[in-house]
């Protein structure tokens, strides 16, 4: 499904009034890997978290009926959930890892919206575990892991011990369509529902967006029948 972005009309950003909220494709294949290793009952529980307005619940609900067993939704909204960003993410996913005693954190390995690649990373740092990131294969034995991860030069293969935190890239899965039974028995699993203040974390954001323009609209090509006409084109454009 294709939305129109449109950025408001101040410039601080984009609207999402009335835009459908969905999961991250990165995360969903997180999900996805979290249930497999249920399934293979290499870990006992797994819990969906989301941060955001009331909107997100929609998201979690859809990790429910892919198998997860319950949710978290950490309400942010307003301007903290305008200026949210990975940092503010990290803290509280590291405060519920805590109070959760979690073994294993797997987020997507970046959103598709801002393109960070920093949750994982500095979830990883504030809670001083080790970290899997772009993991294209994962494997429990006991209590360490192994992880096959995708970098510029092909595939690098490490083990880590848990705790620990993994991040998921594109070829790691691929995740299952939530059926019709599965997202009946998801409206009765259980959400709980709590604020940052409640984890005792700090949503004061260290980055200040200054200006948001939606990109130049792109000019109509021209067909040139020779080189000779392509050659003379650039130069008469300043290209060359």
């Known amino acids: 499904e294709n939305t129109k972005i449109r950025v408001k009309p101040d410039h601080s950003g984009v609207v999402t009034d009335g835009v459908k909220h969905s999961m991250n494709p990165f995360c969903e294949i997180a999900v996805e890997e979290a249930v497999k290793l249920k399934e293979k009952k290499l870990i006992k529980e ?17 990790a429910l009926a892919m198998g997860c067993d319950r949710g978290i939704h950490v309400e942010v909204s307003g301007k903290d959930y305008e200026a949210m960003g990975p940092l503010q993410i990290s803290k509280i996913f590291a405060a519920l890892a805590k109070k959760e005693e979690a073994s294993l954190i797997i987020l997507g390995k970046q959103a598709i919206d801002d393109d960070c690649n920093q949750t994982g990373q ?108 392509l050659v003379a084109k650039l130069r008469a454009n300043g290209t060359i």
Not at 193 to 207: E, H, T
Request: net charge neutral; with cysteine; hydrophobic share 40%.
């Open 46 to 62: 797994v819990v969906a978290v989301s941060c955001g307005p009331t909107q997100v619940t929609e998201t979690i609900r859809t």
């Open 122 to 229: 500095m979830t990883a740092a504030l809670l001083d575990w080790p970290q899997g990131t772009f993991a294209s294969e994962v494997t429990i034995d006991g209590e360490k892991v192994k992880v096959v991860r995708e970098i510029d030069g092909g595939l690098e293969t490490i083990k880590i011990s848990m705790p620990a935190v993994l991040t998921a890239d594109l070829r790691l899965n691929t995740p299952r369509y939530a059926t019709l039974p599965n997202i009946m028995k998801a409206k009765k699993k259980k959400i709980a529902n709590m604020k940052p203040a409640d984890l005792g974390v700090d949503m004061v954001s260290r980055v200040e967006v200054l200006r948001v323009d939606e990109p130049p609209t792109r000019l109509a090509g021209v067909k040139v029948e020779t080189v000779d006409d």
